[in-house]
T-cell receptor
């Protein structure tokens, strides 16, 4: 099976712009989670989608939003970008329905806000 | 919310030697799962090993093993016969058996010295 893919791999934006990141999960995986990774904060959970519904949400402002499509692909949107949004954004998918299912991560999208 | 603590921001080990990375977590639940992930400089996060809390036997995957102490809420990772390719950031993660969210520690950066 193909792994989790994320596009684009790199992005450079300026303050005030908005950005959309895309994630395609492993085939058959219905849960998709998004994380923000920064050197000082580690992995911060943004949200999780399952069957097109947001199931969990982390402590991020409303500028961060997401959605999931019927084929389980997910997008994450950040509006009104701030310098502090510069980070590596990781997407992870997992199968559901088994006791110890595991998250599998994509390579990430490196967002730089100037 | 559950918290996962990795108290060693950086560790180093000589090639072929053994190193242990520490992880503690805080939970009031009895049924949960614990994971160690590795993130090499290429940034793709991969699963190293996982443990079910109700299993007393420590998990082992080749040169990687864990020391799971449920009462102490400790989950350390032992890497034997360290190799240059083991150099990476290592993250400890927790998930409740009844929940969907993963909680990550802040990571330990492992350097392998030739």
């Amino acid at each position: 099976k193909a792994g989790v893919t994320q596009t684009p791999r790199y992005l450079i934006k300026t303050r005030g712009q908005q950005v959309t990141l895309s994630c395609s999960p492993i085939s058959g995986h219905r849960s998709v989670s998004w994380y923000q990774q920064t050197p000082g904060q580690g992995l911060q959970f943004l949200f999780e989608y399952f069957s097109e519904t947001q199931r969990n949400k982390g402590n991020f402002p409303g500028r961060f939003s997401g959605r999931q499509f019927s084929n389980s692909r997910s997008e994450m949107n950040v509006s009104t970008l701030e310098l502090g949004d510069s980070a590596l954004y990781l997407c992870a998918s997992r199968p559901t329905g088994t006791r110890m299912d595991t998250q599998y991560f994509g390579p990430g999208t490196r967002l730089t806000v100037l | 919310a559950q918290t996962v603590t990795q108290s060693q921001p950086e560790m180093s080990v000589q090639e072929a030697e053994t190193v242990t990375l520490s992880c503690t977590y805080d939970t009031s639940e009895s049924d949960y799962y614990l994971f160690w992930y590795k993130q090499p400089p290429s940034r793709q996060m991969i699963l190293v090993i996982r443990q079910e809390a109700y299993k007393q036997q420590n998990a082992t995957e080749n040169r990687f093993s864990v020391n799971f102490q449920k009462a102490a809420k400790s989950f350390s990772l032992k890497i034997s016969d360290s190799q240059l390719g083991d150099a990476a950031m290592y993250f400890c993660a927790y998930r409740s058996a009844t929940g969907n969210q993963f909680y990550f520690g802040t990571g330990t950066s492992l350097t392998v010295i030739p």
